[in-house]
Nanobody
Framework: QLQLVESGGGLVQPGGSLRLSCTAPGFTLDDYAIGWFRQAPGLEREVVSCINSASDSTYYDDSVKGRFTISRDNAKNTVYLQMTSLTPEDTAVYYC?????????????????WGQGTQVTVSS
């Protein structure tokens, strides 16, 4: 069963940057669409960004457009979420999710495999 592992979270000051990574030990992510989601305390999990398996289609929620960049390095079997100009509103647990196939639908229920999440805290 595909298991995803997120890393790269932490505490960062407003205006700072972080890069999250998503890997799948023992599995190849080449044929999977990947999504990044986040969940803040007391709120529902929401989509942040998605990328298809060929890396020629990406999606960004309006709240992160222009600040976050999703990418994948198949040689490293890793999908990244580069986050810049972070604000306290970006504070959340960030999850990566995967679904076998070439495309994606940017909704939670499309993805069947999930990681455990990594905490991102933006605070001065």
């Amino acid at each position: 069963q595909l298991q995803l592992v997120e890393s790269g979270g932490g505490l960062v000051q407003p205006g700072g940057s972080l890069r999250l990574s998503c890997t799948a030990p023992g599995f190849t992510l080449d044929d999977y669409a990947i999504g990044w989601f986040r969940q803040a305390p007391g709120l529902e999990r929401e989509v942040v960004s998605c990328i298809n398996s060929a890396s020629d289609s990406t999606y960004y929620d309006d709240s992160v457009k222009g600040r976050f960049t999703i990418s994948r390095d198949n040689a490293k079997n890793t999908v990244y979420l580069q986050m810049t100009s972070l604000t306290p509103e970006d504070t959340a647990v960030y999850y990566c999710a995967a679904e076998l196939g070439t495309s994606y639908i940017p909704i939670l229920t499309y993805f069947s495999s999930w990681g455990q999440g990594t905490q991102v805290t933006v605070s001065s």
